[in-house]
C-alpha cells in the first residue's frame, strides 16, 4: 500500500517523478555504531586518535546535548521516519529475527512468573506504512543510497531497497557484520553464517577491512551522481561487535595511556581510527569533486558508547565453555582489553542500553558551509526524530502530509536565527531495564515501570547542568518537579500511543525473589533453586554432574572468608573453586579449598577460608547435592582482614 500511495501521490503532483534541481544541497548521514559521547577527541577523548572527525568539530556546529534511543534499532527507525520509538514500535535491537505473524498481539501470550508485567514486544522491522526520509527525498529527485548496517528488518519488503533507497550495499541485517574482514559470510571464529544472501554485500580480497570497503562503495555513489543531488546514508559497522581490528593500529594504541584515566581499550582506539579514516576520505571526496559547499554533512552515532561486553564479570562470557566458538573472539579481546568494556562514557553514566546520559547522548556535528558557522558549540536538546524535519528544511521539502513528525527541524539552530521551540525531550526505552525518561532544560526525570535489583528507585530527578554524571537523585528531595515532568511524560505516552505495560497474571512474589537473587549475580549451573520457606533450595539437575553456584560479581585480590549458613539432610563434601582474571580455565590445583556440610535438620554455620592472592574472575560454590538438595539461607564473601562484607546474598 506504502508504494502504491507515493506512486499515485507523484503522478498526481506533476505525472512522474520529478527530476530536483541540480543545485539541490546534496545530503550525507554519517553514522558510527555505539559511538559513544567521549569517543573522540572532538568531544574531549585523550586516548582516541580522530584527528578528522577534529577537523569536521571546527568546519561545522557540534551539539553537546544530542540524544539517540539507548539502542540501534530504535534511533535508525527514528531518523527514517521522524517518529518516536514508542510511536513506530521499534523499541529494540531485533531487526535481525523474524516478525510476528500480522495479527499477533504486540503482547508476548505469558512472561515468567518471576515478572509483575507483561512488556510489549518490539517490532522487529521498520514498517512499510511510513513514509521515510529516503522515500520522500527519491520522489523529489534526489538520488538516494544506503552503505552499511540496516537492522530493522529481516524481510525483502523490509530491507534499505524497499525503503526509498536505489543504491544499497548492505548485507544481513544482524546487529554487526557477520565478519569485519573478507570473506564477510563467515563469522570471525570461522564458522559460515547461512546469512549471506541476505543483502548484497559481496566478498573482496581476503582480509579486506569492511569499514574500508564500505567507504569505497560510498565513494564510487558520489562519484557516479555527483552532476546530481544524492542522499547518502554511509551506517558504519564500527564500533559494534564482533569488534574486528586492524591489529597494526591496535598495537600501536596498546602502547598509549589515557591522560584523563578513563579509556584504555585499544581494539575500541583502532575502531575509531579506522571510523575516522573513513569520514577523512568521504570529506576529501567531496573537496575533489567540489562539492562540500553545496552537502548538508551530518555525523551522529545511534546510542551511547558500549560498556558492557567482554566485561570480565559478563554472565555470558562466564557461562561459556572454553572450547565455545566465541572463545576465540573472547581470547583475542583479552589479548589486547583485558577485562575491560568496550569504551568508557566519562562523567557520563553507564552506557548502551541504559537510560542514563552515557546510554543515550551521542555526539552530533553538522556542516553546510555558508549556512553554518563553522566551530561552533550549541546546547539545545536534539535527537534522532529531529533529523528527518530538519533535512526536508534544509532541502526545502514539505513534510509528507500523511505522515505523523514527532521531530522538529532544528534548521534555524545551525543557522543561528533562533531557537528550538520545544517544551520537553523523551525517551522510550522499555527493554533491559525498562524505563522512560523526559528532559526539561537542565532537569532530567527517569520513570522506571518497577523496581529493579540495580535501581531501586522508580523516579530519579537530576539537575544535567550540575550533575552531567546523574549521581545525585533529587527525586525526594524536589516532589514538585518530579509531579511536573510526570505529567509530561504522561501526555507523552497517551500522544504517541506508547504500549504499556499491563499486569501478569501468573505474578509470583516467591519467584521474583528466588529470580532477584539470581539476578544479582548468583548462577545455577547443572542444578535448579527455588525460594521455599525461607531458603534457597537447591537441587541436583538428573543426569548432571559437579553442580556448582557460580559467580563473576567478586572482583579482589585479597584472601576471602566465605561464611554459609546452609543443611542438608544428607550432608557430605563440597568445595570452593576459584579461577584468576588472567586464566583461561580452573586451575586443577591450587584454588581449590574443601569443606563438609554435615548431615541433618540443624542449620549449619560454615566458615571457609580461601587463600586468595591474584584478582579473581569467577568463583564456584560446589555443594553436596548427589544424594539430595541443600538449603541456604545466606552466602557471604568476606574480606579475611578486616571481615567486611564483599558480596552477601540473603534468601530468609
Known sequence: MKLIWIAVTALLLVGNVPAAAKDQPNVVLFVVDDMGWMDSSAYGSQYYETPNMERLARQAMRFTDAYAVPLCSPTRCSIL?????????????????????????????????????????????????????????????????????????????????????????????????????????????GRPTGQHHV????????????????????????????NEPFYLNLWQYGVHGPWGHKEEYTAEFAKKKDMRGEQDNPIMASMLKSVDESLGRVMAKLDELGLTENTLFIFYSDNGGNVHSNREDDRKIANLSKNHPRMAAIREWRKWAGGEGPTNNAPLREGKARIYEGGQRVPLMVRWPGKIKPGTTDNTVVGAIDLYPTVLDAVDIELPVHHIVDGLSFLPVLKQTSRLNREA???????????VSVRKGEWKLIRRFEP?????????????????????????????????????????????????????????????????????????????????????????????????????????????????????????????????????DFPAQGQVVNFILPAGSEWQNLSIDLPIEKTTQIIRLYLPLENGPVDIQSIDYLDAKTKKSVKRWEFQ
Request: charged share 20%; proline share 9%.
Open 452 to 584: 529493579h535489583r540495580d535501581y531501586p528507585e522508580v523516579r530519579e530527578l537530576y539537575n544535567l547542568t550540575k550533575d552531567i554524571g546523574e549521581t545525585n537523585n533529587l527525586a525526594a528531595a524536589m516532589p514538585d518537579k518530579v509531579k511536573e515532568l510526570d505529567a509530561l511524560i504522561d501526555g507523552f505516552i497517551a500522544d504517541t500511543g506508547a504500549l504499556v505495560l499491563k499486569p501478569n497474571p501468573a505474578y509470583s512474589p516467591k519467584v521474583a525473589r528466588a529470580a532477584r537473587a539470581l539476578d544479582a549475580g548468583l548462577v545455577p549451573k547443572m542444578c535448579t533453586v527455588e525460594l521455599k520457606n525461607g531458603a534457597l533450595v537447591v537441587t541436583m539437575e538428573t543426569g548432571k554432574r559437579n553442580p556448582f553456584l557460580g559467580t563473576a560479581q567478586i572482583k579482589t585480590r585479597l584472601p576471602l572468608t566465605l561464611r554459609l549458613r546452609a543443611r542438608s539432610k544428607t550432608g557430605g563434601a563440597g568445595k570452593v573453586h576459584w579461577k584468576l582474571a588472567a586464566q583461561e
Open 425 to 435: 525531550y523523551f525517551t522510550w526505552f522499555p527493554h533491559i531495564v525498562p524505563a
Open 199 to 226: 543483502g548484497n554485500i559481496t566478498d573482496g580480497p581476503d582480509g579486506e577491512y569492511i569499514t574500508d570497503r564500505l567507504t569505497d562503495e560510498a565513494l564510487k555513489f558520489i562519484e557516479t551522481h555527483q
Open 81 to 189: 521516519s521522524g517518529q518516536h520509538s514508542a510511536r513506530h514500535r521499534v523499541t529494540s535491537a531485533s531487526g535481525h529475527q523474524p516478525p510476528a505473524a500480522p495479527d499477533a498481539s504486540p503482547y508476548p501470550e505469558k512472561t515468567s512468573p518471576a515478572s509483575q508485567f507483561i512488556f510489549a514486544n518490539s517490532k522487529n522491522f521498520i514498517d512499510p506504512a511510513i513514509v521515510t526520509l529516503a522515500e520522500v527525498l527519491r520522489d523529489a529527485g534526489y538520488r538516494t543510497g544506503h552503505f552499511g548496517k540496516w537492522h530493522l528488518g529481516l524481510m525483502p519488503e523490509n530491507r534499505p531497497d524497499q525503503n526509498g533507497f536505489e543504491t544499497t550495499w548492505a548485507c544481513a541485517p544482524d546487529p554487526g557484520p557477520p565478519s569485519y574482514f573478507s570473506p564477510y559470510g563467515v563469522s570471525p571464529e
